[in-house]
């Protein structure tokens, strides 16, 4: 069994929300959305109660990112590995803008990415047939990352 294999059912999703992206204009779009909605959202949820472990703060990010991540390995532990170092930044980095910030990246990135698929896609948003999309958009830009890092 190879470790790193990653499995039908996330290829499957893969291949699904990229056909949904194919226009350049929308897919750049999406390349710096995605990221500062995942952000936002690590932000909104720093807003929490946290919690220390051994000295250590944590809270909603970190568990989501955890989560996340679980599902990640549990389908491609390769995307799931670059997520890690990706995630821990952005969740540290969240916690020190104030929510008002977190809510115009968040509103600016989504009205973007509608744009992106009114006027250059002409489609709906994949998030529209299905809400797996919001797990698996950050892996299609990972998988992207992977593609260029790979020698």
């Not at 992106?116 to 999309?133: C, D, F, Q, T, W």
């Amino acid at each position: 069994m190879d470790l790193f294999r990653r499995s039908e059912r996330m290829q499957r999703w893969l291949d699904w929300y990229g056909a949904d992206h194919r226009n350049p204009v929308n897919h750049r779009i999406h390349i710096i959305c995605i990221p500062l909605i995942v952000f936002s959202a690590m932000g909104f949820m720093g807003l929490s109660h946290h919690w220390t472990f051994y000295g250590v703060p944590f809270g909603l990010p970190e568990l989501a990112l955890a989560a996340l991540l679980a599902f990640y390995a549990q389908h491609d532990l390769k995307l799931a590995l670059l997520a890690v170092p990706i995630g821990a930044v952005m969740a540290v980095l969240a916690r020190h803008l104030p929510w008002q910030a977190h809510a115009g990246i968040f509103a600016a990135a989504w009205i973007a990415q509608f744009i992106g698929h009114g006027v250059y896609e002409k489609n709906r948003p994949s998030l529209m047939a299905n809400l797996i999309s919001l797990v698996v958009a950050p892996a299609y830009l990972l998988d992207g990352l992977l593609v260029k890092l790979k020698p």
